[in-house]
């Protein structure tokens, strides 16, 4: 059980809890992610990077976007409720050295678990370049965070409304065009931003990371629902990942199977608020 | 088909036993092995296959009284020399002939933990009830004395005249002892550790404890509050549970020992890596490892539709990949969640799977089709990634192999297209790499499995391990038998540590 210290809603469907779990705060890496659950008995299991983690507090932040039933139950719990399941450090962690010039890429909420990461790559002597963007300017999250690690910082919106009209993978090819090209990329955001940017830095061969968020049920390499073709090989991703060499990902798989439960999860969904306004009306 | 209801066989028995309880102590061999069989009351095919509820319903007293007076109280105990953890069977058998039950019960307990849940889900016919004489007597394995369904009635008649007693935990001696998985081996350890007066913590990844008992073993075969209540005879006893707490990660293994201060450690961690097949089209959208499916189901409580938040793949033709009791369940579970066709692909025939003989005959009952001599080659997808098919192999037996049973053996050009929409893998499981990869200093065999000496200690001193780590996908008792022998040597250990302590006091 985890009492929520802190909440704070970051833009419309967006959140940031900071989560009581003092061993999982001490254990942690950049990179590695928990699993909760809103209900003990017939919740679901929701992977979530970890975003931050503060040892003194026993503290570990997350962010999320309301999607589907379970995220929209968690955005309704407030800070001195308690989360019932909670788990983790799970995954690998990042490998962090001084690799030279790293491109750090962040789509709409992918921006939250990429922001350790750049910080632990800057720490470590990295040229941190970074890139974040989303749909529009509403959904652009942590943005003076990023800023203040970055040694370059460029701002992207789809529609224009904020920074530069464009998508990610249009900056990325130009920082890749520069000589020197740059050492890595890291990417971590929607799978099909992901699978972009890997196309985008692949004719350089520029090494480009991404961070896949699966389907998972355990999280412990136990049931094989999160596996992804990489190469020519099954990986799971709780336990090999969560990170990959973008380049050898299969995407089009991978969101496919993301998709798995799509139209029940819709008609769950549907019917959760539909009984959502129904509860209200009778109030 | 006949099936015989409850009522039916209980009213049978009450009719039948008149005449047996007269010359209880004085009949010949022959003429108890002449005392018809008791057959097992189940729920109705046809109405279980829409349910969760368990399917073999217990023997009435009348009905375990008959059962055990067909036992010949032979000298030399085939059953129990097959016995893996050598309960003392005619002994418990004859209490159980006489009415008595609390001291079967007794009889059970001084070899056996679980006997609850080892009655139901025991291979009874590959191990006590193989060689027993009646069976012998009669020529049929099927007619031996039903062992399993006696243990389980003990159990359950304990359980529901609330004779459980909370076993006598000794004095506290301040050792602290460690078990990481709250499967069936953790689950022996901490009990036995606890009796001995060590404070007892089980660390649980999951949010539910039990391990397999509880996420992989359906419902049907093992209703929850059977193991419910095991755990709350441990709580009872003072064992402490930590549950969401995945020992290599939430903290490493070598810190429980260096410091928290736990002076012993067992690790039972289960099998629990599902094995895939390596052919064409296995990551579709519709292809799960029985774990996966399972998992879903059980733990996750997706059975429940409406209530539970965790969704399961709704499928009309279902292909089980598989012949051990693993792949019984999921087919049984995919039945009871609407498919209208479930396969049972195997690749030998149905004598060497390694299921239950009861599981495979409720199977069939529930109207689950088998494939032998059968097995996938690949698998095929629609346009949009889904499973629309299985392209299958025909085999035949050939020259036995290593493990003496016939080799399947491809038959060339024999391929052919199973239509369905969903395929089940549940052809076994590996070893759960996560603590051998977070402790390097734990010798592991090439499959991953920890490596241990006969006090199930392994490379690594205060460290034991046993239950499906050790032997790979094995089975309940194995893993209790193991967790026994491991709290043993842990009490042991434990105990001359506070000798020595005192010694040097004096
Ligand atoms: C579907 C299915 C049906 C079966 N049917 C039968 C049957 O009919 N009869 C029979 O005898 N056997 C059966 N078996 C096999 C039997 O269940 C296993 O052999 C037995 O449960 C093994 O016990 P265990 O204690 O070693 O491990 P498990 O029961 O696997 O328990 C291990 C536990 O450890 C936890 N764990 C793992 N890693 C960690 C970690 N790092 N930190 C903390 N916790 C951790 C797991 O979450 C799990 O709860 C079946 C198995 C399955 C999957
Ligand atoms: S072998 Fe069969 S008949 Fe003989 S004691 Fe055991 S259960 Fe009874
Ligand atoms: S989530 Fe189950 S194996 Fe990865």
């Known amino acids: 059980m985890s009492k929520i210290l802190f909440k704070k809603q970051l833009s419309k469907d967006v959140y940031l809890m900071k989560l009581h779990a003092p061993l999982i705060a001490e254990e942690r890496s950049a990179g590695q992610f928990i699993i909760l659950q809103v209900d003990d008995d017939y919740g679901e299991r929701i992977p979530l990077t970890i975003a931050d983690a503060n040892v003194d507090e026993g503290s570990v932040t997350i962010i999320f976007q309301v999607v589907g039933k379970s995220t929209h139950k968690l955005s309704l719990l407030n800070e001195g409720d308690n989360v019932p399941t909670l788990v983790g450090p799970l995954g690998k962690p990042t490998h962090i050295e001084n690799f030279g010039t790293v491109v750090c890429v962040g789509g709409g909420i992918g921006v939250a678990p990429l922001h350790p990461i750049a910080q632990a790559l800057k720490k470590a002597g990295n040229h941190v370049i970074t890139i974040i963007g989303a749909r529009t300017k509403e959904l652009i999250i942590l943005e003076d965070e990023m800023k203040s690690i970055a040694d370059e910082f460029i701002l992207c919106t789809d529609d224009g409304s904020y920074g530069r009209k464009a998508l990610v993978t249009e900056p990325l090819k130009e920082i890749c065009e520069r000589n020197p090209k740059p050492n890595m990329v890291i990417a971590i955001g929607p799978p099909i931003m992901m699978k972009f940017c890997s196309e985008t830095t692949r004719p350089y061969g520029v090494f480009t990371q991404v961070s896949l968020n699966t389907i998972m049920v355990d999280g412990t390499g136990m049931c094989g629902g999160c596996r992804v073709n990489v190469g020519n090989e099954v990986k799971f991703v709780c336990v090999d990942g969560p990170e990959f060499d973008g380049h050898k990902v299969d995407f089009d798989n991978m969101m496919a199977r993301l998709n798995s439960y799509k139209e029940i999860e819709k008609e769950l969904h549907t019917c959760y608020l539909e009984s959502l306004i129904q509860s209200k009306e009778s109030k | ?506």
């Not at chain 2, 046809?46 to 375990?64: F, K, M, P």
């Not at chain 2, 059977?226 to 810190?255: H, P, Q």
């Not at chain 2, 002076?263 to 089209?281: K, Q």
């Open chain 2, 1 to 506: 088909m006949d099936h015989k209801t409850s009522e039916q066989l209980a009213e049978e028995a009450k009719q039948l036993i008149v005449e047996y309880i007269s010359k209880i102590d004085d009949m010949k061999p022959k003429e108890r092995t002449h005392i018809p069989a008791q057959e097992m009351p189940s729920q109705d095919p046809l109405e279980r296959i829409h349910n969760l509820d368990e399917v073999a319903l217990g023997y009435t007293v009348e009905q375990a009284r008959i059962e055990a007076m067909r036992c010949l109280q032979c000298v030399k105990k085939t059953c129990v020399d097959d016995c893996p953890v050598k309960i003392d069977i005619p002994r418990f058998i004859n209490h159980i002939a006489h009415s008595e039950f609390e001291n079967a019960a007794a009889v059970i307990k001084e070899a056996s933990l679980l006997p609850a849940i080892c009655g139901r889900v025991c291979p009874q016919e590959v191990q006590c009830q193989q060689n027993c004489t009646v069976g012998k007597a009669l020529k049929d394995v099927d007619k031996a004395v039903a062992i399993g369904r006696l243990e389980r009635f003990i159990a359950d008649w304990e359980r529901a005249t609330g004779k459980i007693s909370i076993p006598e935990v000794k004095p506290e001696t301040g050792k602290k002892v460690a078990v990481v998985g709250s499967g069936p081996a953790g689950l022996v350890v901490a009990a036995d550790c606890k009796r001995e007066g060590h404070h007892v913590t089980v660390f649980e990844a999951f949010h539910k404890l039990g391990g397999v008992l509880r996420y992989g073993i359906p419902e049907f075969r093992l209703p929850n509050n059977i193991i419910d209540k095991e755990i709350e005879t441990l709580s009872a006893m003072g064992v402490e549970f930590k549950t969401n707490f995945v020992v290599g990660k939430t903290r490493k293994l070598m810190d429980l020992i260096n410091k928290d201060g736990y002076n012993a450690v067992f690790i039972g961690t289960g099998a629990g890596l599902p094995l895939f097949m390596n052919i064409e089209g296995e990551n579709l959208v519709g292809v799960f490892s029985a774990n996966e499916y399972l998992t879903r189901a059980n733990l996750m409580r997706a059975f429940e539709k409406g209530k539970a938040d965790t969704p399961i793949y709704p499928s009309k033709n279902v292909a089980v990949l598989g012949g051990g009791n693993v792949a019984m369940d999921s087919a049984r579970m995919a039945k009871r969640l609407g498919a209208e066709n479930v396969y049972v692909v195997y690749r030998r025939t149905e004598v060497e799977m390694p299921a239950r003989k009861e599981e495979v005959a409720h199977a069939k009952e529930e109207g689950i089709e088998f494939y032998f001599l059968q097995n996938a080659k690949r698998i095929l997808g629609n346009e949009k990634g889904k499973v629309r098919a299985m392209e299958c192999l025909r085999y035949e037996l050939g020259e036995p192999d290593n493990s003496g049973r016939r080799r399947p053996v491809v038959i060339s050009n024999s391929e052919f297209i199973l239509e369905v929409d969903t395929v089940i893998v549940a052809i076994g499981n590996s070893s759960n790499p996560l603590i051998s990869q977070t402790t390097p200093e734990i010798n592991v065999n090439k499959w991953g499995n920890i490596l241990v000496d006969e006090t199930q200690k392994t490379s690594v001193d205060k460290i034991f391990a046993g239950g499906d780590i050790v032997l790979g996908a094995a089975t309940v008792i194995l893993a209790m038998g193991e967790g026994r022998r491991a709290a043993a040597a842990i009490n042991k250990m434990l105990t001359e540590e506070i000798e020595k302590a005192k010694a040097a006091l004096n």
